[in-house]
């Protein structure tokens, strides 16, 4: 499943550092994760980057873009192919 950022983002771009796939977008007022970039760092990391430098856990499922972990680990070859 996709990430997303809730209206609780304070735009302190921390997420927007640590997201290995430059899913995550600047935008007014809060920031934006592109779901078709978001692999919840399978590929990368053990666990989402991006929550565990949220400040404010502004970070949660997005229950618009469900995908399983095949899918995602799917969705990272394509990103890494596209390198």
Do not use: H, W
């Not at 007022?29 to 929550?51: F, K, N, S, W």
């Amino acid at each position: 499943m996709s990430l997303m950022i809730n209206d609780e983002c304070i735009a302190c771009d921390a997420c927007r550092e640590e997201c290995p796939n430059e899913a995550i977008d600047e935008n007014d007022p809060i920031y934006l994760i592109d779901p078709d970039r978001c692999t919840e760092c399978v590929g990368y990391y053990d666990e989402p980057a991006c929550i565990s430098v949220c400040p404010v856990d502004a970070i949660v499922s997005d229950p618009d873009n469900a995908e399983s972990i095949d899918e995602l680990k799917c969705k990272f070859q394509k990103l890494s192919q596209g390198d």
